[in-house]
């Protein structure tokens, strides 16, 4: 299972409102630049405890600390995950976040062998300052071995790659090296996202696995005209907008994505929304689950493939 937002059941109404479920109540709210800013939808914590972190252990033979997961600051790719030696470590697409099964098995497992903490019953893993050990978790994967996920997404190594080797990120559209991502892709056979161009059947979602989608009835930016929601209300307690607040974090995009796809604007409410090639992005309440698209369809409501959206007639 993935992990659940808890959130009410559905009922059918039109456009941009789409299909709408009780607002969930909110405890806090984020204010970038005076604008008041509506959380991210809640979840519930992961099924498996959080790895211990400490930064207790050395290495006896060097005598310097001994860490587990690391962060490789420079090279071809900057602040990417690594194992303990060095080897780059990498995310896919495939996977649906939070869920104790990984999509890379079998035939793809031998070329992307799953990577799990090499410490013993009782030693605490040790990881590099930056790493938030709270996104850190472990699942029992179907084929019985162990395997650490991050911000939810299974972490595999390339097969043979050596220290510093990064050249599978952006492998094939689905492999990417493992970073702390403003916004990542996912993917289904059950469904075509709008823009959808290929086989792929991409989407995009936030960095935890979450989809994002878009209303065809908002309007992108015309002349010096910026964009425009057609979402408020009730609407917008539904559909709660992506706000700027995600952006305090990290602003890294999945090296497919260009970076200038993603832009800001002002509503007419105060809130700072995040757009995708100008179209305002938003959640949806009634997506219980990581991996859910429930909201795709409904109405004027599009979870949206990032290549192929906002490229021509493509939706």
């Known amino acids: 299972m993935g992990r659940k937002y808890g959130l009410s059941a559905c009922v059918v109404l039109v456009g941009c409102t789409g299909y709408l479920v009780e607002p969930a109540q909110s405890s806090f709210a984020l204010a970038i ?3 008041v800013q509506p959380p991210v939808p809640p979840m519930e914590s992961p099924a498996e405890p959080v790895v211990e972190a400490t930064s207790a252990r050395h290495d006896a033979e060097v005598g310097v600390m001994a860490l587990d997961l690391r962060i490789a600051h420079g090279g071809q790719l900057a602040d990417y995950l690594t194992d303990g030696a060095g080897r780059a470590l990498y995310m896919f697409v495939d996977d649906v976040p939070d869920r104790d099964e990984a999509a890379c098995a079998g035939d793809c497992a031998r070329s992307f062998p799953p990577f799990d903490l090499a410490i013993g019953p009782d030693e605490p893993a040790l990881f590099e300052a930056g ?6 978790s472990r699942m029992h994967r179907q084929d019985g071995a162990w395997q650490v996920r991050y911000k939810g997404h299974p972490l595999y190594y390339q097969a043979g790659a050596l220290p510093g080797d990064v050249s599978a990120d952006g492998l ?3 492999w990417f090296a493992a970073r702390d991502y403003f916004a990542f892709l996912s993917t289904t056979a059950s469904f075509e996202p709008a ?13 935890f696995g979450r989809t994002l989608y878009v209303c065809l009835d908002d309007a992108p930016p015309a002349g010096p005209l910026g964009p425009t929601s057609a979402c408020s209300g009730t609407c917008l307690a539904n559909r709660p907008p992506f706000s700027a607040s995600a952006s305090l974090r990290t ?3 999945p090296s497919s994505l260009d970076p200038f796809s993603l832009g800001a604007f002002v509503r007419s409410d105060g809130i700072v929304q995040l757009t995708y090639r100008g179209w305002p992005l938003y959640y949806f309440r009634g ?3 990581t991996g859910d698209t429930s909201g795709h369809n409904q109405g004027a409501w599009r979870a949206i493939d990032p290549i192929a959206f906002g490229e021509g007639e493509t939706f």
């Open 172 to 174: 094939d559209g689905r």
């Open 287 to 289: 997506d219980a689950v």
């Open 251 to 253: 602003t890294r995009l």
């Open 131 to 136: 790493i938030d050990a709270r996104e850190i």
């Open 195 to 207: 823009g959808e161009g290929g086989t792929q059947r991409l989407f995009l979602t936030d960095g």
């Open 33 to 35: 630049d005076g604008a």
